[in-house]
């Protein structure tokens, strides 16, 4: 880590803990490492408001930076598998695509638990606080129109800009969880959430997406039985609508859901 951005570092941890309401006073270790996950617990819980334009240029700074130390990686460097059919296994928040998709909640503001190993934690946090901002706006606009309750409906879509990260947007789905048990009902709202990801894609001139592993995990989808609905589904959307996207990458994190992957492409 280069002395400017351990100064950036220095500089936001501060700002961020004199802008936090309820943590006035943390210790601050001098471990780097520590420090970078005390900044990142810092913008976890951080609500959407507005910040001053020199503490939001020194953490675009920052978090650029970041992303070039992590390694940016464009579709050129992801071989195709099949088609325009591709998977890689990393930190989505690394790909230079048009578009890369968050599970999210229904409340559409990303993860507040402090340094949660998720997908939507990880996001937020690279993007920088204007992501929370942009979907607290629209958050907004739907319950004007929708009513004070409105959350986000299972496979709807929301698309946002991708600010710090290397991608250009970001879409926003919830996924089905499932509760007791798999039901047709809950794989034919995983497959809808495929579906109109692409239909968003395609609307918005979009041509390569990385799909996360939608509603595993904390969304208790089973692994095997997820990855076999993603790529049927994608499969027979690019069948109905040929050329219409140019890449699509299944991003997985772990080695289980690669090598299931790996055999139904």
């Known amino acids: 880590m280069n002395m400017k951005q351990v100064e950036r570092l220095n500089y936001l941890i501060k700002e961020f803990i004199n802008d ?24 976890n819980v951080r609500m959407p408001k507005t910040i001053s334009p020199e503490v939001l240029k020194i953490q675009n700074e920052y978090l650029k930076e970041c992303a070039k130390e992590k390694g940016i990686v464009e579709p050129k460097d992801i071989p195709a598998i099949k088609n325009s059919l591709s998977i ?38 690279y993007a920088g606080i204007q ?56 794989e034919k709202d ?11 894609c395609v609307e918005n001139r979009l041509q390569s997406v990385a799909f ?24 027979k959307w690019l069948d109905r609508n040929p050329e219409r996207i140019e890449r699509i990458i299944f991003n997985v994190f772990t080695d289980e859901d690669r090598i299931i992957y790996e055999k139904l492409i």
């Not at 578009?99 to 997908?119: D, E, R």
């Not at 929708?146 to 800009?161: N, S």
């Open 20 to 43: 936090s309401e309820d943590y006035k006073n943390p210790d601050v270790p001098l471990d780097i490492m520590e420090k970078k996950r005390i900044l990142r617990s810092l913008m």
């Open 131 to 186: 992501l929370r901002a942009e979907c607290s706006r629209k958050m907004t606009k739907l319950r004007i129109k929708y009513g004070k309750d409105y959350e986000q409906p299972t496979a709807v879509p929301l698309l946002t800009d991708a600010y710090n990260l290397p991608s250009r947007k970001i879409i926003h789905i919830v996924g089905p969880i499932v509760q007791n048990r798999l039901t047709p009902e809950l």
């Open 190 to 200: 995983l497959a809808d959430c495929y579906i109109n990801i692409l239909k968003m």
């Open 88 to 125: 890689w296994q990393g930190d989505i928040t690394r790909l230079s695509v048009d578009a890369i998709v968050n599970a999210a909640n229904s409340q559409m503001l990303g993860c507040f638990v402090p340094m949660h190993t998720c997908i939507d934690n990880c996001i937020h946090t």
């Open 212 to 235: 996360c592993c939608i509603s595993t995990g904390v969304f208790r989808f089973p692994n095997e039985r997820a990855a076999e609905i993603a790529v049927g589904t994608v499969k």
